[in-house]
């Protein structure tokens, strides 16, 4: 007769479950702070500067002198943000420049469609392929 009940601990798979949603969380993470960053217009490169990366609770600071024309240094910041994650967490991207609301509703020729609607949009397809 055979054996019933479960081959593997339950909370040997709640740890791996874990485990795997903490992978897709960084990874959408990822896909969706490459969209704002790639997106962000770069005339004087302070929007895509100030794009704040945190866990748990927003970083809503600004910097009027910020500057990142390579990208490199918002991509990094944004990187070790990630590498704080843990389970449950809520990754947060906030911009509070002083006229990022009027890029997000198009008014850049760089950016036309905006910034983070359109990496929302884009991380939203690319989550569900």
Not at 9 to 35: I, P, T, W
Not at 41 to 60: G, Y
Not at 89 to 112: C, K, R, W
């Amino acid at each position: 007769m055979a054996k019933r009940g479960w081959s593997k601990s339950l909370a040997g798979f709640a740890d791996q479950v874990r485990e795997e949603e903490l992978a897709r969380l960084v990874d959408m993470s990822e896909h969706h702070v490459r969209g704002v960053i790639y997106g962000s217009p770069k005339d004087t490169s302070r929007f895509l500067a100030n794009n704040n990366f945190s866990v748990n609770s927003p970083d809503e600071s600004y910097d009027p002198e910020k500057r990142d024309p390579s990208r490199t240094t918002t991509l990094t910041n944004a990187r070790i943000a990630m590498a704080s994650l843990r389970y449950g967490d809520v990754f947060y991207i906030v911009n509070t420049t002083p006229y990022g609301e009027m890029l997000e509703h198009g008014h850049s020729g760089q950016a036309p469609q905006g910034v983070f609607q359109v990496a929302a949009n884009n991380a939203r397809e690319y989550a569900n392929r």
